[in-house]
Each structure stands twice: as structure tokens, then as C-alpha cells.
């Protein structure tokens, strides 16, 4: 049997934070497990979050967001950078995307950083030994990797007929489940359940 979990989601949109806890559920009970990260790239500098959004995060996830990120709700979000460096590092340094992602969603949401600028982010690459080249830090477009990235969600989104972010999907041998990340939010190690019994199945 073949099984693969793939997330779609955008280091910026805090739904997609708090669904980071459920991969990385998923991924320590089943660590042999391909997982495949999908930055969807959805931040472009024209929209920022609001108090009512992180309210409805916080009342619907066990998590409570700091008063640094609160802070920060009235500026811009633009994901382009860590779209570009994600895609990097799932093609070239797979074995520590997760990390990544975990370590820039941390700096994000916890610490307020926009993680918008190679300054932003050089320290947690540096931290986890990883050297990604000029074309990972890029800002102001996206990279030929996070475009192929981009083609790939849209081929998931006409399987699953959503646009939604963020998307947690199990694939089985041919099939594609899409997980309802929403129950599992106040408790992220449920979810490995019923990804076991998706797997049963």
C-alpha cells in the first residue's frame, strides 16, 4: 500500500498555523510517510488579517496568538518569499521542509517577524544549517519552483473541488481523501486516527 500526505497551505493565513499541528501529527506517527508541502502563495501584499479572523481562529484551535503578532494584524501580509523558499527546500532539502515551515510559522505568529525580506529569515536557515541560493529569497516574484508548485495545487483543487486553504489530503494507493481538518483543531493528535482509519479502509 501507498500512502502520501500532501498540505496545502500559506506560511502567512492562520488557519493554516494552526493546521501545521496536525502534520506534524501525522508525520511522527507515520515518519516513513511521504509528505508533500504545497505553499499556495495566497498573501501578495494587498491583504492583511483582522481581529474578528484571529478571534475565530483562536475560538475554533487550542491556540492563542501573541501580542506581537496581534500587533502586527494592521500590516500587509506578502508570502511571496516563503513561497519561494519553501518550494526550495521541499525540491532540494525535503527532510527539513517541516521544520522549516514550523520554524518560520513560529516566527511569524509568535514573534511578530513578516517574514518578508532575506533578513527576516537568514537566522532560522542558518539555525537549521540550510543555504538556500539568491533565488529562494527573492521577494518581489515568484521562482520558477514555487510556480510548478502553484500548478500542482490547481491540479489538487479540481480533484477536490475547493479553493479552500488550508487543505490537508491523504492519498491511498489511487485515491484521494480530503481530511476535514476542522475537527481536529482543539485536539491535532486525533487526526492520526482517522488517518489510520482512512488507511484500514
Not at 53 to 73: C, G, P, R
Not at 153 to 168: H, M, Q, V, W
Amino acid at each position: 500500500m501507498q500512502t502520501s500526505l500532501f498540505f496545502i497551505y500559506d506560511s502567512h493565513c492562520p488557519w493554516s498555523y494552526v493546521s501545521t499541528a496536525l502534520v506534524n501529527q501525522v508525520h511522527a506517527a507515520f515518519p516513513k510517510m511521504p509528505l508533500y508541502l504545497l505553499h499556495d502563495a495566497h498573501f501578495d501584499g494587498e491583504d492583511m488579517m483582522t481581529t474578528q479572523q484571529i478571534d475565530n481562529v483562536e475560538k475554533d484551535s487550542d491556540l492563542t496568538f501573541t501580542a506581537q503578532y496581534k500587533e502586527s494584524l494592521s500590516e500587509y501580509r506578502d508570502s511571496t518569499l516563503i513561497a519561494n523558499l519553501m518550494a526550495w527546500a521541499s525540491n532540494k532539502q525535503p527532510q527539513h521542509a517541516l521544520a522549516l515551515l514550523n520554524a518560520l510559522q513560529k516566527a511569524h505568529f509568535e514573534q511578530g517577524n513578516p517574514l518578508t525580506s532575506a533578513d527576516d529569515v537568514m537566522a532560522i536557515c542558518e539555525q537549521l544549517k540550510l543555504s538556500p541560493p539568491k533565488k529562494a529569497l527573492a521577494f518581489d516574484k515568484l521562482s520558477k519552483d514555487a510556480e510548478s508548485v502553484l500548478f500542482d495545487i490547481d491540479e489538487f483543487r479540481e480533484i477536490i473541488g475547493t479553493n479552500a486553504i488550508p487543505a490537508l489530503m491523504l492519498a491511498v494507493n489511487d485515491n484521494l481523501i480530503l481530511l476535514n481538518h476542522n475537527l481536529y483543531l482543539k485536539q491535532p493528535s486525533a487526526i492520526v486516527d482517522a488517518v489510520k482509519l482512512e488507511i484500514k479502509e
